[in-house]
């Protein structure tokens, strides 16, 4: 049974850069077939698809987001990163990563418990 776990900072400065890690036990970022995504909820709205790794290294992120988005990984460490730069209070969310078969989804089956990130000065 796969287990992912974010970390990082739980309170970010407006225009810096947000990083969060997800560290995955029980199966390899590197297996065949499966994307590993980051999925982020702001308070009182829904899920939003954020972008996502495939098992190959490829990426894809989401339009709104990704001239500011970046996904990587440690294959060494069996974890993956995202970075979000140049955030707002807009950006206030709870952050998740997961894996899913499919490259964008806001219900992978398999997620982390998530971590809060507030932005503010």
């Known amino acids: 049974q796969v287990q992912l776990q974010e970390s990082g900072p739980g309170l970010v400065k407006p225009s810096q850069t947000l990083s969060l890690t997800c560290t995955v036990s029980g199966g390899s970022i590197a297996t065949k077939y499966y994307y590993w995504i980051w999925i982020r909820q702001p308070p009182g709205k829904g899920l939003e698809w954020m972008g996502a790794m495939a098992y190959s290294g490829s990426t894809y992120y989401s339009p709104s987001l990704k001239s500011r988005t970046s996904i990587s990984r440690d294959t060494s460490k069996n974890q993956f990163t995202l970075q979000l730069s140049s955030v707002t209070p807009e950006d206030t969310a709870v952050y998740y990563c997961?894996?899913?078969?499919?490259?964008?989804?806001?219900?992978?089956?398999?997620r982390g418990q998530g971590t809060q990130v507030t932005v503010s000065s």
């Open positions: 997961a894996r899913a078969r499919v490259v964008i989804t806001t219900t992978p089956p398999d």
